[in-house]
DNA sequence: CTGAAAGCGCTTACAG
DNA sequence: CTGAAAGCGCTTACAG
């Protein structure tokens, strides 16, 4: 007698997988039943116990496993829901994946999370692709055209909500930009204050003008300044693009005289900033203290940090899941409010 | 006349969206024909070009979108090929789940992601999920147990490779964790004799020892140590665990006139290497170098970062789109080379 | 060049 | 307490 090695014997090179006919044919009972027992509506249908309990020692004895696809096509109703997002590889939407996969489980839903990597055309398809796989529900994160998705979504029937970047043709979930900015700037222009013991005026580098979110911490960045009576410059805004490439080039054109304190629009942009900020001169360097809109925690570890305005993703993600359930279609924006998280107490002095 | 809101006349509240029947109705021809046309196997049965653009016109009149559930029930294969992978917020396997969507779709297949956040059970049940949506493959990456998912892919029918950390049962695509050390440690090594004029040795800090990734890179460490000439100390292997607070802990416990080279085994406990090195007395920082193996944009501009080992991520992921569409299921370790990546030329110094 | 028919693996209303 | 039957929307071999 041989051993054959696990799992061997259920692979039969070109098997399909066993279906309930073949967990039926077993227990000598009828594809109904097995079905129903196996996804829970047997209680209603008042199988016994017994029966319920043969058929579920078969299909394990089986390695049955529910064909997804299948059930989905005769349900009429897939559970997944779909999330289009801008990228992974940043803390922030880093941990929007994260957990929104976790909180749909929770709600019995199946996620699938497409990268769209803030291609408007990439967008529309993945769209497209998740309405053609069924999606109940799609999840549109800071997607350039969210109008766009909530129509191919409308006309779909499926119920499409905006995360991050607000449209106008469906429920939008977005962060409190304007007063995440204006509590961040005015930690920076307090710290700088305190450092340097004048009140000079911040210079806001990043972002795009026309985009929602860059427009509204602008606001708050105009507002905390006029506050504390501090008159901006004309080159006080500097929303040059997110590119960190962008930000290095657009600092290195500016008087290096008033570049004392720095609102910093997102991490992408940071990471210019910081590169820009260490090919200076020590001396120069110590001089300088700035804040970023958007956490991430080395960047909050980078000496001269004052601090980052952090999104809040649970209560985000939160709202979008209730809303999920909601019958009614309201449009509208749930604004979340950001969390203020300090810098490293580390800083370069002269 | 009133006039609709766009895409509204489509959306018929109760409707269903339109299928091939309602295509072949419209164009009066069959729904096999309509389906060949639509999934580009009509030029194999001589359909006309003029009956094909007319179906096709009509498709896209009737908002037409394909029903994938239906499509891959009837083909028996989904071209779904499955990921799971530990984390989304760390550049790292963030640049994976972008890169593998990417070539995914040059490939023709769709990707689905499952995050299972290093919880083993998680992994096992987010495999089975994927299998049961009849992925056609699946590529389990930094896996804690690889052979358990490798052994109910191989019962299922399913292709798998292992991503990051090896397995026995599946082909495995890894970073050379062996060189990469070596190299990193070697660079350590040589700055710290630059800087301070003398030859201590490093000290490792996180991961598991049991862990292979990390097994092999102590290996390295160990083997950089021998080709200069420098002893180890009985405390210079600290594979503490992963987790930030884990190495920070540590680090507090150990001797600091011995801390002045450190090599750091992951992002993750760089976070909680450089809390503790920030929370030391400025004449202590001055006085210490370190490299880490991983890579990330903000900690490579931490101050006193020598150099990071960033694991090639494309490389990796051409190895495995290739391995999947060779026929046979040789199992096996491929080995992708690290980058080695130096740290911002920022030193603080006493 | 095109259509009728079978069937992928389920679910569920219906009938007992 | 349980089963036969219809049907979800496709695809494809077969027949013309």
Redesign the interface.
């Known amino acids: 007698m041989s051993i054959s090695r696990?799992?061997t014997q259920?692979?039969r090179q070109n098997?399909?997988?066993t279906t309930i006919y073949d967990v039926a044919t077993v227990v000598g009972t009828s594809p109904s039943t097995v079905s129903s027992v196996l996804n829970g509506t047997w209680k209603k249908r008042r199988i016994s116990q017994k029966l319920a309990d043969q058929i579920l020692l078969e299909a394990q004895n089986q390695?049955y496993?529910?064909?997804?696809?299948?059930s989905?096509?005769r349900r009429?109703r897939?559970r997944i829901v779909g999330m289009i997002i801008p990228?992974?590889?940043?803390?922030y939407?880093?941990?929007i994946?994260?957990q929104f996969?976790t909180m749909a489980r929770q709600h019995g839903l199946?996620?699938?999370?497409?990268?769209t990597?803030r291609d408007p055309e990439l967008e529309i398809e993945a769209a497209?692709?998740l309405?053609?796989?069924?999606v109940d529900y799609l999840i549109a994160t800071g997607s350039t055209d969210p109008d766009s998705i909530s129509?191919l979504c409308?006309?779909?029937?499926v119920r499409v909500i905006n995360l991050d970047l607000p449209g106008t043709l469906a429920p939008s979930v977005i962060s409190d930009n304007y007063q995440g900015a204006r509590h961040l700037t005015s930690v920076i222009l307090d710290q700088c204050f305190k450092d340097f013991g004048r009140s000079e005026p911040l210079t806001f580098i990043g972002g795009r003008g026309t985009d929602h979110n860059t427009a509204a911490r602008v606001s708050g960045f105009i507002d905390a300044h006029q506050e504390k009576g501090i008159v901006l410059r004309e080159t006080s805004i500097q929303t040059c693009g997110y590119a960190a490439e962008k930000a290095e080039h657009t600092l290195a054109l500016l008087d290096k005289t008033q570049l004392k304190g720095l609102f910093v629009n997102s991490?992408i942009t940071?990471?210019g900033v910081?590169?820009w900020l260490?090919n200076n001169e020590p001396s120069f360097v110590t001089q300088v203290r700035y804040g970023c809109f958007d956490w991430?925690?080395?960047?909050a570890?980078?000496?001269n940090n004052v601090g980052m305005a952090q999104q809040d993703v649970i209560p985000m993600l939160e709202a979008v899941f209730e809303m999920l359930e909601q019958t009614s279609v309201t449009s509208g924006v749930h604004q979340i409010s950001c969390v203020f998280r300090p810098g490293?107490?580390?800083r370069?002095e002269s």
């Open positions: 696990s799992g259920k692979n098997s399909k997988r390695d496993s529910v064909n997804m696809q299948a989905m096509l009429e897939s990228k992974y590889d940043n803390r939407f880093g941990a994946a994260e996969e199946f996620p699938v999370i497409t990268c990597r497209k692709a309405l053609s796989y069924r129509r409308q006309d779909a029937g991490t940071l990471e910081a590169r260490w991430d925690p080395f960047a570890q980078l000496p490293a107490a580390f370069l």
